[in-house]
């Protein structure tokens, strides 16, 4: 029988030579590995640190302690918006319903208005005709009220 041995001078390769390419591929691969560990767990001590500073910002527990249905209220605004009622009809109703609400008062401080405006203007209108009769309406003078007019 024969044997033949490769002679690691003549370029070819024994087999101590090619075990240790295959520890440097699998070094190397170990290496990637332990280096996207190490990034993995930086990026979540990143995010960890993220959250804690968030939450230490805005001081939840001590806003649900002082107000504690205003934060349910809030919580449930946000479930709503981000469960997607955002874009719905039921959202457009009670837009308007909201608008509706607070418009309310200044159309009501306007009628308000506009009925003492109409009520002063019948006062003096009877006032002026009181005038003319010579009913002597205590105006006296140049023939109007005294005081200024709405």
């Known amino acids: 029988m024969t044997t033949f041995q490769s002679n690691p001078g003549n370029g070819g390769q024994s087999a101590s030579d090619s075990q240790t390419q295959g520890n440097q591929g699998q070094a190397g691969f170990g290496h990637k590995v332990d280096r996207i560990g ?19 910002t805005m001081d939840l527990k001590g806003r649900v302690e002082r107000n504690p249905y205003l934060m349910v ?3 449930l605004g946000v479930g709503y918006v981000l469960g997607g009622g955002l874009f719905t009809r039921t959202t457009g109703r009670i837009l308007r319903l909201g608008v509706r609400l607070a418009a ?13 405006a109409a009520l002063h203007g019948v006062e003096v209108g009877a006032g002026r005709v009181s005038n003319m009769t010579g009913g002597g309406g205590g105006t006296g003078g140049a023939g109007g009220p005294q005081g200024s007019q709405v």
């Open 38 to 56: 190490t990034d993995a767990q930086q990026l979540w001590d990143d995010a960890r640190g993220a959250v804690t500073d968030l939450r230490d």
């Open 73 to 75: 209220a809030a919580a």
């Open 104 to 116: 309310l008062p200044m159309v009501k401080d306007e009628l308000i208005g506009m009925a003492e």
